[in-house]
């Protein structure tokens, strides 16, 4: 199981990431015990506090000639991490 899939990189988290916090897509079934050791191990650095928010998809409709089709964009979760103080994540070296 992969517990880290993406970062995220969005306006307002690239704000926190001045405040010493990162955002990643994890796994839906990741814990937070466990995303701390995934980002400590990927990135090495200290993780300080992890907090986790789940998202359920939009539901999403698109009309053509034939029918409309329904459908649901996928779920995912959210884990907003806290480093330690002097702590640095680089996550645009690798772009």
């Known amino acids: ?12 988290v ?12 994890v796994d839906r ?3 937070k015990i ?3 050791k ?6 090495g650095v200290t993780v300080d506090k992890v907090r986790t928010m789940n998202y359920e998809g939009k539901e999403k409709t698109r009309y ?3 029918r409309v089709i329904s459908g649901r ?4 979760k959210k884990a ?3 480093l330690q103080e002097g702590d640095v994540i680089d996550l645009y070296e690798n772009l």
């Open 1 to 12: 199981m992969q517990i880290l899939k993406s970062p995220l990189i969005t306006e307002k």
């Open 14 to 25: 690239s704000e926190l990431n001045e405040k010493g916090v990162y955002g990643f897509v």
């Open 29 to 31: 079934n990741a814990n």
């Open 34 to 36: 466990q995303i701390k």
């Open 38 to 43: 995934a980002v400590e191990e990927v990135y």
């Open 64 to 66: 053509t000639k034939a």
């Open 73 to 76: 964009k996928p779920s995912f």
């Open 80 to 82: 907003l991490v806290t």
